[in-house]
């Protein structure tokens, strides 16, 4: 099948911060070096090599750059210094730009002043929601006179509402997810004969590596750091996940009595101030390969989880001490960077990997199984193509 070059997608791909692609002179030292090429998935040569050429097709149907889990190795031996490790991470970007069909990722990859603009907006509408004049909030708090000298949640945020809210942002975040996802199931497999008992037989790995990660510790350099703290960091935002869209009505207390949902809540919390704090640090000392070159989107990531970790125990802590004020003012805070994080970073953003990734691994685990695909790996095995 033949491929449409697309001229000017080397200069798209410099505003997704893949600016080395030139550099590149295709010597394939990085597939060499790197211990997650193998077999029919080799890369990042190959990929660059697309890239330069503007096979925007080839690009957009390849699933190479999620496989890469960047520990750099092959940016700290190319001969040119092209970056390979930063160009996969370029390319995801891209990627999860055009696997959206709002457009929301693209332009905010491509301006960092939209995107922030984006996060500002859902915070204002965040912040209408409980000052306008309604039957929420500040309004109701008026309404309740005795908990301006008591905390009382529910003359604040009643959980019924709340609880609501937590659905709606849920149910928005998830259709945005799985339809930019089915997306790219379509713009990969479109073709590719995969028997669909292949689908279903092969579907347990995005459960493992959605979970797991694993093919991260096959990377031969930085693998346990950043491997262990990022399963730690699943556990505490799934922790608080679950605890919000699921048990809110105990989670939620109105007033500072404990509940056991509470010990969760502050297993979330540490694990997710902990490994931000850490994650930023990194960023900040650029010592790995990883944190050498840092987009917005890079630094929103960890930012926006620690300020959210940040605010809601903060919120808690007024709540223990018994300050009605500062907790219903810290807990609108709180909210004013939750949901912009989950409606705008999540399906937009550097946080689409979760998804991504795992339905990468398992759509090559798909694509074996394809006729074709069987046919073409037998000569493969003799003539390298990486
Ligand atoms: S990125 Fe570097 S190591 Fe990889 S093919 Fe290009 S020049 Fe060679
Ligand atoms: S960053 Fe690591 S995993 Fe990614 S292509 Fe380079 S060597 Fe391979």
């Given at each position: 099948m033949g491929?449409?070059?697309?001229?000017?997608?080397?200069?798209?791909?410099?505003?997704?911060?893949?600016?080395?692609?030139?550099?590149?002179?295709?010597?394939g030292n990085c597939t060499a070096v790197c211990s997650l090429s193998k077999d029919d998935t080799t890369f990042p040569r190959k990929y660059i090599r697309y890239m330069q050429l503007g096979l925007e097709d080839k690009m957009t149907t390849s699933l190479e750059p999620w496989l890469c889990y960047y520990c750099g190795d092959c940016s700290d031996t190319c001969p040119r210094e092209a970056e390979p490790?930063?160009?996969?991470?370029?390319?995801?970007?891209?990627?999860?730009?055009?696997?959206?069909?709002?457009?929301?990722?693209?332009?905010?990859?491509?301006?960092?002043?939209?995107?922030?603009?984006?996060?500002?907006?859902?915070?204002?509408?965040?912040?209408?929601?409980?000052?306008l004049p309604s039957n929420y909030g500040f309004k109701l708090l008026s309404q309740h006179p005795e908990a301006l000298t008591t905390v009382n949640m529910e003359a604040f945020a009643p959980l019924h509402l709340t609880h609501y809210g937590d659905w709606v942002v849920a149910a928005l975040l998830g259709f945005l997810l799985l339809s930019n996802a089915a997306r790219m199931v379509f713009m990969v497999m479109r073709g590719s004969g995969a028997p669909l008992g292949a689908y279903i037989t092969e579907f347990k790995e995005v459960i493992i590596h959605l979970l797991t990660q694993k093919r991260w510790s096959e990377c031969t350099s930085n693998t346990a750091k950043?491997?262990?703290?990022?399963?730690?960091?699943?556990?505490?935002y799934a922790t608080m996940f679950?605890?919000?869209?699921?048990?809110?009505?105990?989670?939620?207390?109105?007033?500072?009595?404990?509940?056991?949902?509470?010990?969760?809540?502050?297993?979330?919390?540490?694990?997710?101030?902990?490994?931000?704090?850490?994650?930023?640090?990194?960023?900040?000392?650029?010592?790995d390969q990883i944190?050498?070159?840092?987009?917005?989107?890079?630094?929103?990531?960890?930012?926006?989880?620690?300020?959210?970790?940040?605010?809601?125990?903060?919120?808690?802590?007024?709540?223990?001490?018994g300050l009605p004020m500062p907790t219903y003012v810290m807990y609108l805070?709180?909210?004013?960077?939750?949901?912009?994080?989950?409606?705008?970073?999540?399906?937009?953003?550097?946080?689409?990997?979760l998804l991504y990734r795992p339905l990468a691994v398992y759509l090559t685990a798909v694509k074996r199984h394809a006729p074709a695909r069987l046919g073409a790996m037998a000569p493969a095995l003799s003539r390298p193509d990486h």
């Open positions: 491929s449409r070059v697309k001229p000017g997608v080397v200069q798209e791909l410099a505003r997704y911060g893949g600016d080395t692609v030139p550099t590149c002179f295709n010597c490790g930063e160009l996969m991470m370029a390319s995801r970007r891209w990627l999860t730009s055009r696997y959206d069909w709002t457009g929301l990722s693209r332009l905010m990859y491509k301006s960092e002043a939209f995107e922030i603009f984006m996060l500002v907006l859902v915070a204002v509408v965040v912040l209408l929601l409980f000052t950043h491997w262990v703290r990022h399963i730690f960091l699943v556990t505490g679950i605890l919000v869209v699921i048990f809110l009505p105990w989670f939620q207390r109105p007033d500072a009595n404990f509940h056991w949902t509470s010990l969760f809540g502050y297993y979330g919390t540490v694990v997710l101030l902990a490994v931000t704090l850490w994650m930023i640090a990194d960023r900040m000392g650029k010592k944190h050498k070159h840092s987009e917005l989107s890079d630094w929103l990531f960890p930012l926006l989880l620690f300020l959210t970790a940040l605010t809601g125990i903060l919120m808690h802590a007024f709540r223990l001490l805070i709180h909210l004013m960077v939750a949901v912009p994080m989950l409606v705008i970073e999540v399906p937009f953003g550097k946080w689409a990997h």
